[in-house]
């Protein structure tokens, strides 16, 4: 059974960081990659960065470019994401996904979710 756990979630103030981490169990990976993505209240979920385990390449919306980064432990099959310089409007639950989708950025392409991390940036 696959399982993607979130962990890392939490309030910070606005310029803060936190790091969001989503350990992938139940199946081999190496073929798929990963994808974060967030909610906010009242808005559709929407793709914020994601990652391939073969080879590495990295992908981000252009609203968290230079302030968030995707890695791994591929030890450990666990994705992370560093969340810098934040600002209240990243306020969200944000979502672990995998899958072998085509187009990294669109939901249907991810398979399997997690049950989301609260981050919330006070200002």
């Known amino acids: 059974q696959v399982q993607l756990v979130e962990s890392g979630g939490g309030l910070v103030q606005a310029g803060g960081s936190l790091r969001l981490s989503c350990a992938a169990s139940?199946?081999?990976?190496?073929?798929?990659?990963m994808g974060w993505f967030r909610q906010a209240p009242g808005k559709d979920r929407e793709f914020v960065a994601g990652?391939?385990?073969?080879?590495?390449?990295?992908y981000y919306e252009d609203s968290v470019k230079g302030r968030f980064t995707v890695s791994s432990d591929n030890a450990r099959n666990t994705v992370s994401l560093q969340m810098n310089s934040l600002k209240p409007e990243d306020t969200a639950v944000y979502y672990c996904?995998?899958?072998?989708?085509?187009?990294?950025?669109?939901?249907?392409?991810?398979?399997?979710w997690g049950r989301g991390a609260q981050v919330t940036v006070s200002s």
């Open positions: 996904a995998a899958g072998s989708g085509a187009t990294w950025s669109g939901r249907p392409a991810y398979s399997y």
């Open positions: 139940g199946r081999t990976f190496s073929s798929y990659h």
């Open positions: 990652f391939a385990w073969s080879g590495g390449s990295t």
